[in-house]
Structure formats: structure tokens, C-alpha cells
């Protein structure tokens, strides 16, 4: 493999979801070559762009909200026990 000439800076959360498809001893380069090579009826690109700010903080907001109704419900359940 040819070394690298630039250096791309990614979010801490992409770094993280790249570090969940590493398999062995892949690199970061080959985990973005697999990804970008697999199969699919979707593009990389697709859906890139389609919200705003305002909308993705909100999604996140509620996501995170969400979460926490799950684990507190799941809390209570546990306690039943």
C-alpha cells in the first residue's frame, strides 16, 4: 500500500464508529476502502446533506431523551425483580 500524501481530520464520533468496523489489524485507511467497495443499493453520499442544523440537533435531542426514558424504564423493571 502507497503511503499517504494528506491527512483527513474526522469527528471523534466517526473516529469511534470506524473503530467499531475494524476488524484484526485493519487500518483506518482499509476500514474506509472496505466501506466504500461494499455492495450496496445505496451510495455513500445518500442522505449526506438532507437535514439542517436546527433539524439534526433536534433529532439528536429526542434521540437522547429517548435513551433516557428506555434506561430509567428499564430500571424500574429490573427493581421489580
Known amino acids: 500500500m502507497a503511503t499517504a500524501d494528506e491527512q483527513i481530520r474526522v469527528s471523534d464520533r466517526v473516529k ?3 473503530d467499531r468496523r475494524r476488524s484484526g489489524g485493519e ?3 482499509d476500514v474506509l476502502e472496505r466501506l ?3 455492495q450496496s443499493d445505496a451510495d455513500f453520499h445518500d ?3 438532507l437535514l439542517s442544523d436546527d433539524q439534526a440537533d433536534r433529532i439528536r ?3 437522547e431523551r429517548t435513551k433516557a426514558k428506555r434506561k430509567e424504564r428499564m430500571r424500574r423493571l ?3 425483580t
Open 47 to 49: 442522505g449526506f446533506g
Open 27 to 29: 487500518s483506518y485507511n
Open 61 to 63: 435531542e429526542e434521540r
Open 36 to 38: 466504500l467497495t461494499e
Open 78 to 80: 429490573g427493581e421489580r
Open 16 to 18: 469511534q464508529r470506524l
